[in-house]
């Protein structure tokens, strides 16, 4: 039997289930993610699920054990994670190992005053738009890095024959303003608009469509919505551009950045406006799918599967070996 005397091991990194999607396309690199379960299945300990089709590298370990276990990395995901469950799980050991928080969302207290909630200079932190990063009060950290999404679908080929928008959004009526309810139920009263996710059923919505099935029912639609006025890039439209369909929002956040209005899409801060497009691609399926190509060239551009991987193998190792002493002229604003 060979050995490969140079392989390095696999990094072990152990980080709760807090975004499935998010999680399945980081586990789609090259390293293994311990996930902790309990028996009662609570918020950042279902384990595997059976939603995402997982690979091998994504190993669940009961909470109780996770104390005696050797990690290289301790991942933060949310709030949770930082304040309570790392107290509740980790040995006081463990809380000294390397550690990365990655923030997914937008101040949501106040969009520029937010003093985020992670304020160790020990602790890496991601974000995953360079609008969050400029959004937040990041205090004293200095370690401070932008991982912008990567995503992979199965093969869907654009359609566009429901002339008809759709939205994704989860528990949107519920959640009010923050996603965008009071935008979206305008809207509809003008065009045409399909609404699925978690808890939309309620809201005249189709209710929800697992993630895997996502890509392939929404590339039946003309166009993708996303009414949200102060979020990170979904990656429900990462997706819906990647099958080759054109985009609608707002002209916030970091959709100014992606989206090429009138050429991939349209953006606007003027709803009207938003409306009138919608309707110019509903009454011309040729201009959508135009748009969409477009869309979709940008996609595989910026949302690469394999750049994804590669980032957050690279932010790890550098974390697990404190190399940071670059950190001040490769992130820096100015």
């Known amino acids: 039997m060979n050995v490969n005397r140079n392989e390095k091991p696999r990094l072990k990194i152990l980080t709760w289930h807090v975004h499935g999607s998010y999680l399945y396309y980081l586990s789609q690199g090259d390293y293994d993610i311990f996930i902790p379960v309990k028996r009662e299945k609570s918020e950042g300990y279902f384990g595997r699920g059976e939603t995402f089709p997982f690979g ?17 990395c301790i991942l933060f995901q949310s709030e949770r994670n930082y304040l309570i469950d790392q107290h509740d799980i980790l040995a006081d050991w463990q809380k000294q190992l390397p550690r990365v928080y990655v923030e ?60 008809r928008g759709i939205v994704v959004i989860n528990h949107i009526e519920q959640r009010g303003r923050i996603t965008g309810w009071d935008v979206f139920d305008e809207v509809r009263k003008h065009v045409p608009l399909d609404l699925v996710g978690m808890g939309t059923l309620q809201s005249g919505g189709l209710g929800e469509v697992l993630n895997p099935q996502l890509p392939e029912f929404i590339s039946h639609y003309r166009f993708f919505f996303n009414p949200i ?43 009207s406006k ?18 969409g190509e477009n869309a979709r060239q940008i996609a595989l551009d910026k949302f690469d599967i394999g750049r994804f991987t590669r980032e957050w193998k690279d932010i790890i190792q550098q974390t697990v070996q404190g190399n940071f002493h670059n950190y001040e002229k490769e992130n820096s604003i100015h």
């Not at 937040?136 to 359609?159: K, S």
Request: proline share 7%; net charge negative; aromatic share 6%.
């Open 56 to 72: 091998p590298n994504v190993i669940e370990i009961p909470a109780e054990e996770v104390r005696n276990a050797e990690f290289d």
């Open 104 to 163: 997914h969302n937008t101040p949501e207290r106040h969009p520029t005053n937010s003093l985020h909630v992670m304020t160790d200079p020990a602790v890496t932190m991601v974000h995953v738009t360079h609008f969050n990063k400029l959004m937040w009060d990041n205090g004293a950290i200095r370690n401070i890095h932008v991982i912008e999404h990567g995503v992979c679908i199965p093969l869907v080929a654009y359609q566009g024959d429901i002339p």
């Open 229 to 271: 006025r102060h979020t990170s890039f979904g990656l429900a439209v990462c997706e819906a551009m990647l099958t080759g369909m054109p985009v609608v929002a707002l002209a916030t956040t970091e959709y100014v950045t992606v989206i090429k209005n009138g050429e991939s899409g349209f953006i606007d801060t003027n709803i």
């Open 274 to 291: 938003l409306i009138d497009n919608m309707q110019k691609l509903i009454e011309d399926p040729a201009l959508a799918k135009a748009l």
